[in-house]
């Protein structure tokens, strides 16, 4: 058998979309936290706003696939992309508030055990977990409890914002197990487009019913919105999607961890705020036990995917690499 086609070398346009990505992802939560509006009334336009960039594009060149979504078994994976937009709108509610609750760079921290809750999901569904991973569950947890324990001796309102973003984490996960099984047949387009659509749907009637004020912002707050839309949900989302042809996926998860430090170091800049010693200690604790979880994983599903190696005749000399 063929060994598959190395990925093509890493290139300065690659480089630099990396590196435009971690940057828009990680100026979502600052930008959060200065925008002087109801954090679900930012979710809300954040999500209405990037369906009318995505649909006129979808509805045009995905029209036959949003017709198969709604017919025999293509209803199946139509009703997973429904529930990912549902537990995208619980994300979205639960860790956007966060940040204008915690810290931004706690609340960033917290949100990226995403992972952790993965591994998790995973072990639900019965599949085994490397011990390696259960390690780094472990540090992971621990990193956690050390940066929400540090905001317990300022108020309960920072304590309450880490555990939202705690909970954000968790609708991370979920909303990503969801779309994986819609993405197993449905274009990457088609299947924004509705989930999205969806988590906007949901988010107007949580305002509409809870009286949250939608309209009425300064010029300022449309700004950060705008630009939240325009980076963190479809500029930063993008480069590393398009990042994925020359980086494996492993990688890009890592290197989405360096939102992190980017929130932190933006939010230091913008906001003044900086980071107490002993939450900084648990963010990194907290990265470490992450990174652990998504390499380790990626490791034992590189074994797993590999198949073991036939025996050679005697006179068959090895392949070189």
């Known amino acids: 058998m063929p060994s598959p086609s190395p990925r093509p070398p890493l290139d300065p346009l690659t480089t630099g979309a990396v590196g435009l990505a971690v940057v828009a992802v990680s100026s979502s939560a600052p930008l959060i936290a200065y925008a002087a509006a109801p954090a679900l009334a930012i979710a809300f336009w954040r999500n209405l706003l990037a369906v ?17 979504l709604t017919v025999g078994v293509g209803r199946r994976e139509g009703l997973f992309c429904v529930l990912s937009g549902v537990a995208l709108a619980a994300h979205f509610a ?38 390696v991973v259960w390690i780094g569950i472990a540090v992971a947890v621990g990193g956690a409890v050390i940066a929400t324990g540090a905001d317990v001796g300022i108020s309960g309102r920072a304590v309450l914002g880490d555990l939202l973003a705690v909970t954000g984490g968790i609708f ?8 994986e099984r819609a993405r197993a047949s449905i274009s990457t387009t088609t299947y924004t487009t509705i989930c999205y659509g969806i988590c ?83 963010m990194a604790l907290l990265l470490v036990g ?25 006179d068959a000399a090895p392949l070189g690499d």
Do not use: K
């Open 172 to 179: 991370a996960a979920v909303y990503t197990a969801f779309g």
């Open 52 to 68: 009318a960039v995505l649909s006129p594009f979808s509805l045009a060149r995905r029209r036959a696939e949003f017709r198969r």
């Open 200 to 282: 906007a749907l949901i988010l107007l009637v949580v305002c509409l019913l809870g009286g949250v004020r939608m309209t009425g912002f300064d010029g300022r707050t449309w700004l950060a919105i705008l630009a939240l839309v325009a980076g963190a949900q479809l500029l930063g989302h993008s480069m590393f999607n398009y990042a994925l042809h020359r980086i494996p996926a492993t990688t890009v998860s890592v290197l989405i961890l360096l939102e992190v430090p980017g929130a932190a170091l933006l939010a230091w800049v913008w906001l003044d705020q900086l980071p107490r010693p002993y939450a900084l200690l648990g």
């Open 94 to 131: 639960t860790w956007m508030p966060s940040a204008q609750l915690t810290s931004v760079a706690t609340a960033t921290a917290l949100v990226a055990t995403q992972p952790v809750w993965q591994g998790l999901i995973a072990r639900a569904q019965g599949r085994r977990l490397p011990r």
């Open 290 to 314: 992450v990174a652990v979880v998504v390499l380790g994983g990626a490791r034992a599903g590189r074994r797993r995917a590999t198949p073991p190696p036939t025996p050679l005749p005697a």
